[in-house]
């Protein structure tokens, strides 16, 4: 049994035994989990992928005269201007005015909200235009001019949902091709898309919400963090393999963190033919072996974790819950998965390589003192079920 | 003797008078497939050598004296491995395998140009505008 407060101390002294989500499975099953939860501090986990709910709130600050921001944008995307006068929200999938969208079928989507995200993080210059009707205090009526992410006051990324405790395996049983979130998927189930760290992945190696929680510090692309609630559509209520890990959707994170601290290789613009544009984030989490129960948790490995696969020729875009099968992911590691007697060919939106290198760039801040880990101040919830959309006739 | 060859100009190169050069100095009758040559771009030419083999030969010698890329396998698809975040949304897409897992452990993408057909199925789907092909706008 260790305590928050003595990781913490043995972080600063530099003297944490660290270890990634991938290496403790072996480590553990060397040494015995008893020998290796006395001598583990802490597991780095981590994940890199598009993570839609994503975006930050940015404050301009003021020229003169004044303007109380009404509509805004960004390099020709539109920002959230509802909140005080030069504050505004940007989001991931917003997409660059004008964009000819699925016009001619399937769209490029080739610039929205997260690649003006990335662009900042590179400290690329951005074109901000601005219009306000004009108040007595805020005089101004529209502004054009260029701002990079060291003119700012505040960056705050302030992401609604991110982490993804496990997500569906997308497949297309249709006759025709179809272009969605998880890419192109071609007719008659030829291959399939699946975008999860799997052993690596924060909220596969914490099941039940154990350790990370709100106010949980976090890696986010870089800079330092932490849980702000649960994410939207977080469900603790989901169907559970026999170890506790969902295999569907589950559990999911509301992040934040400065953006002025973050890594443009780890926040990235993403164009998503025929569907539309997003940002795929790296994120790290580290989870404390307080007890030999929360080290057990982190050997989880890819063969013991499962996933829904869901036909989005149909079953997904008509909610109607059903799933073709259930495949593990060191199967899904393979080029090829049978899949109900079909052979389909197997393609990723998340990316293992990079989640890995997260969880090493993680595993050395901890062990070198720079990053401490910090206790929840509550628990993220196990019996709030994920509602569906009523639709009412008045 | 003709050798067909693709030249890449990189953009610090474009402002090169290299045809003039092959043609005046070299001896070499040129005939152009394919450009795209603009200030403060990367270009390419696609284009017939016909002369004498040691003119042929000292051309593009002297070509790649002036940091101009003779690419003889004339594949104009270019894979970044900068931009490549190793996704695997390219794979399925790929039919001859040349981009690849390298190594199962890391899931880490590569690519092969051997085996690349330049289908530009990859410049299509890959989220993070990794692939792009020199012929394309």
């Known amino acids: 049994m260790k305590t928050y407060a003595e990781i913490n101390e ?7 035994v660290v270890m990634n989500a991938d290496e403790i499975i072996s480590y553990v099953e060397q040494k015995g989990l008893d020998a290796a939860a006395e001598e583990v501090d802490v597991v780095t986990t981590a994940t890199f992928g598009p993570m839609c709910s994503s975006g930050c709130f940015l404050n301009f600050g003021h020229a003169a005269p ?7 944008w960004l390099d020709d995307v539109l920002i959230y201007s509802g909140v005080a006068a030069v504050d505004a929200y940007l989001g991931a999938t917003q997409l660059r005015h004008n964009d000819p969208e699925n016009m001619y079928y399937p769209g490029e989507f080739r610039f929205g909200g997260g690649h003006v995200i990335e662009k ?11 219009l306000s009707y004009g108040t ?16 700012l006051n505040q960056a705050v990324m302030v992401n609604p949902r991110n982490c993804y405790q496990n997500y569906n395996v997308a497949v297309n049983t249709s006759d025709k091709n179809i272009y969605t979130y998880l890419g192109h998927l071609k007719p008659n189930m030829e291959n399939l898309t699946y975008c999860s760290a799997g052993q690596l992945s924060p909220l596969l190696n914490d099941p039940c919400y154990d350790v990370i929680g709100v106010g949980s510090s976090v890696w986010l692309a870089g800079a330092h963090g932490h849980v702000h609630a649960e994410g939207t559509q977080h469900s603790g209520v989901c169907s559970r393999t026999e170890n506790g890990v969902p295999s569907e959707g ?10 002025k601290q973050m890594n443009a290789e780890f926040v990235r613009g993403v164009s998503l033919k025929g569907y539309g544009v997003s940002l795929s984030l790296g994120v790290g989490i580290p989870i404390p ?12 490995k890819d063969s013991e974790i499962f996933a829904s696969v869901i036909d989005y020729g149909y079953d997904y875009p008509q909610a109607t819950g059903k799933f073709l099968a259930k495949v593990n992911y060191a199967d899904l590691k393979k080029s090829e998965i049978e899949i109900n007697g079909k052979m389909v060919q197997v393609g990723s939106m998340s990316s293992y390589s990079k989640a890995l290198k997260i969880a090493n760039i993680l595993k050395e801040e901890i062990k070198c003192g720079k990053f401490l880990l910090s206790e929840p101040y509550r628990k993220l919830t196990m019996d709030v079920p994920f509602k569906k959309l009523k639709m009412a006739s008045n | 003797m003709t050798k067909k060859i693709l030249l890449q100009f990189p953009k610090e190169r474009v402002n090169q008078p290299l045809i003039y050069d092959l043609v005046k100095k070299y001896d070499l009758v040129i005939n152009i497939f394919r450009a795209k040559i603009n200030p403060d771009d990367i270009g390419f030419a696609v284009i017939d050598l016909a002369g004498t083999e040691e003119n042929i030969s000292a051309g593009m010698k002297y070509a ?4 101009i890329i003779i690419n003889e396998k004339m594949t104009g698809l270019n894979w970044d491995s900068e931009k490549c975040v190793s996704c695997g949304t390219c794979l399925p897409h790929c039919p001859t395998n040349a981009l690849f897992v390298k190594d199962n452990r890391t899931m ?3 690519f092969d140009d051997d085996k690349c057909i330049e289908c530009l199925s990859c410049v299509d789907h890959c989220p993070f505008n990794a692939c792009s092909s020199l012929f394309k706008e």
């Open chain 2, 64 to 67: 790649k004296s002036l940091g």
């Open chain 2, 108 to 110: 880490e993408i590569a």
């Open chain 1, 120 to 130: 900042l993080i590179r400290g690329e210059k951005v074109q901000l235009f601005a």
């Open chain 1, 66 to 72: 004044k303007i109380r921001i009404s509509e805004a």
């Open chain 1, 250 to 259: 589950a559990g999911t994170l509301g992040l934040t963190a400065d953006m």
């Open chain 1, 136 to 151: 007595d205090d805020y005089p101004c009526r529209e502004l054009r001019t260029y701002v990079t992410l060291n003119d």
């Open chain 1, 10 to 16: 043995k972080i600063k002294s530099g003297k944490a």
């Open chain 1, 289 to 300: 072996v307080l007890n030999k129960d929360v080290l057990k948790r982190t050997t989880v």
